[in-house]
């Protein structure tokens, strides 16, 4: 059995999914490169003023992120597995948005009950 043998058996006419090339590996890299580094600079910057909303872009960015790392480096799409890799694309959006929704409302909530009585030191005489 020789090296063409061997890849000809895990190939997608045997039920395997499709491996990647190194240009897909290089893409998906510079993506997810380039999908931190801008809501890096937005944060350290201050580029946009309202906080919420710098949030918000943060959020969507760090989705479309997740995206990007399910479709070039774990090479999920609609066509393999019988339908399995979309169960587990809507799976891992159902995750996504409890977990990022659930961190907002803990940070939130942090923010607003942590030491209450911090507010009342700098106002004392």
Do not use: C
Not at 31 to 42: D, G, H, K, R, Y
Not at 67 to 95: C, K, P, Q, R, Y
């Amino acid at each position: 059995m020789n090296a063409h043998d061997h890849a000809a058996d895990h190939g997608p006419a045997h039920g395997g999914a499709a491996h990647g090339t190194l240009k897909s590996y290089l893409t998906g890299f510079v993506l997810s490169v380039i999908l931190t580094a801008i809501p890096f600079w937005l944060v350290m910057t201050g580029a946009i003023d309202n906080r919420q909303a710098t949030a918000i872009v943060v959020m969507v960015f760090a989705a479309v992120q997740i995206v990007v790392h399910m479709v070039f480096f774990l090479h999920m799409n609609t066509a393999s597995e019988g339908g399995w890799s979309m169960l587990a694309l809507i799976f891992t959006l159902i995750l996504v948005v409890i977990v990022l929704t659930g961190s907002l409302w803990v940070m939130y909530h942090l923010n607003a009950n942590m030491m209450p009585g911090l507010h009342d030191m700098h106002e004392m005489p």
